[in-house]
């Protein structure tokens, strides 16, 4: 496609805004062309014209041969290597090599008048030019010119044969007039195409800015989107609405019938009843999942506004995982505890000293041994229960949590040996195998942090673990790079991808008669000592069977004992 560019013969001046627009206009462009195919079709005409009159037995006529051939040529190089940019502003280069060659081409026809042709219709064709690609002094210029030649050519006529020839100037003023009319008409519509033109252009920037804009609002969004029309079919949906439905909506191809989905077929009733009520609707429904329990969805729905009876409307169903939401409201309650945390930590600590402080006093006149066993019992519970108080606070009052001085080092196999067995005594759990491989590795870590810790994960794994030999695996090693880590393995079911997003925030539970606290109090301690908690699904050998994995990667730099 040839690339056109201003002339460097024609005048610089101001443009006002349409004209500025006129130069980008692809639809003047396509003019352009169009103009230059039709000035080749002319002179091909031209010179059929001239073998039709010589095979209707008219002498051949060598001048009107070498003009045709001569404007064929013109008109050829002309639609290759013509430099344009609209509009013509002037008549410089760009007017000279095409508007100018046509004026010239046909005039010297009209004025030979060889073979009795009327060549006076072909002078449309650059008063067409001038009008529909130039200014408007450019199109009513080339009208003038044209009308001034075919005066001349009346003229001429007269000095060549003197007579009456007031018909034929009549007919020359008659067509000027005309033609000047229809480039006044070409001129205005060439215009307004441009001021549509602009005006689409301008509508099609913005209606592509809003769809980006929806389409980044949408893919972002928290809530899944699905739309569907009348006929039940799902037209477009989020990853959001993929994550919560869970049967691999996002490998679908759109369109396609909700109905068709036994899983789905609550969604596609809500939507019927949408559509015959015309109003939106609200409900809670189960969602069956390809794995796990089903899924409590709220699902609102609205209809989108039909502009005319040509559109129809379009329901957009927004569903929202009840769980997700439940977890934000209890880390909204989490956030009012942490504002009253302060007030309540003086309250309960208050307690607990006058508690720890009339047991000790206690304690100095007892004699009997039984006695001075509870209340060492009752001073360990007190202390114990002030640094459960002091911890939860801390979480509470979401403090920067750093790194604890480098305090207590505990060697790492013999701490989860006797952790382990401890929990083990006490909840009488049985099939739990210990994997010590982490032999001399010192990890800087509070004891009583990591048999919460510990217990906790034990506690998570035996609520969905079998009853068979090492359907809990507790392990310890020591990667390459020295680094010490724990494991607790259970052999229960996969975790669902939205508990897994949210394991480790507070108050979010899977239960409804769980708390939410247990991970995110893990987290928060292990990130006290520089480490790292996660989990994974995997097996722990290859053909093995997959479970459900929570490890604890210790901070670098520990040490190894001494043998």
Known sequence: MSTFLWSRGEPATDWSPLDQFRRESSALLRLWRGFMTARCFVAVVLLLLQAVTFALGQPLQ????????????????????????????????????????????????????????????????????????????????TTAMVTLLLLVHAGWYWLQQPGDASPRFVQAALTGTGLFVVALLAHELARRLAREEALAQRNRSTAQMHALVNDLVIETLSEGVLVVDERGQVHAANPAADAILGQGLAGLALPFALSTYPAWAALAAIARQTFARRTPQSKEIPVAQAQGAPREVRVRTRLTPGTDRRTESLCVMFLQDLRELEARI??????????????????????LAAITQASALLSEDLV????????????????????????????????????????????????????????VRHSQRQGVLLVLEAAGSVVRFDIEHLRRILVNLLDNAARYAGNRDGSIQVTTRRNVAGRASLQVWSDGAPLEPAVQRHLFEP???????????????????????????????????????????????????ETRLTQ
């Open 62 to 141: 060598p001048v009107a041969i070498a003009l045709s051939l001569g404007y064929l040529a013109a008109a050829l190089l002309a639609a290759r290597y013509a430099l344009f940019q609209p509009p013509v502003r002037g008549f410089g280069t760009a007017w000279l090599s095409t508007i100018g060659v046509d004026l010239v081409t046909f005039t010297a026809l009209q004025l030979l008048q060889i073979g009795s042709i009327n060549y006076t219709p072909l002078f449309a064709l650059p008063v067409l030019m001038g009008a529909v690609l130039g200014t408007g002094m450019v199109g009513l210029g």
């Open 330 to 351: 209890r880390t909204e309650k989490l956030a009012a505890m942490g504002r009253m945390s302060a007030a309540v930590a003086h309250e309960i600590r208050n307690p």
């Open 368 to 423: 009997d041994p039984a006695h001075r066993q509870l209340t060492t019992m009752v001073q360990q519970n007190a202390q114990r229960l002030s640094r459960i108080v002091d911890e939860v606070l801390d979480v509470a009052r979401a403090r920067q949590q750093r790194v604890l001085p480098l305090g207590e080092q505990l060697a790492l196999d013999s701490t989860v040996r006797t952790l382990a067995e401890e929990w």
């Open 507 to 557: 108050f979010f539970s899977s239960e409804s008669r769980s708390s939410g606290l247990g991970l995110f109090l893990c987290r928060e301690l292990c990130e006290r000592h520089g480490a790292t908690i996660g989990y994974e699904r995997r097996a722990l050998s290859e053909g093995g069977p997959e479970g459900n994995e929570f490890f604890v990667s210790f901070a670098a730099g």
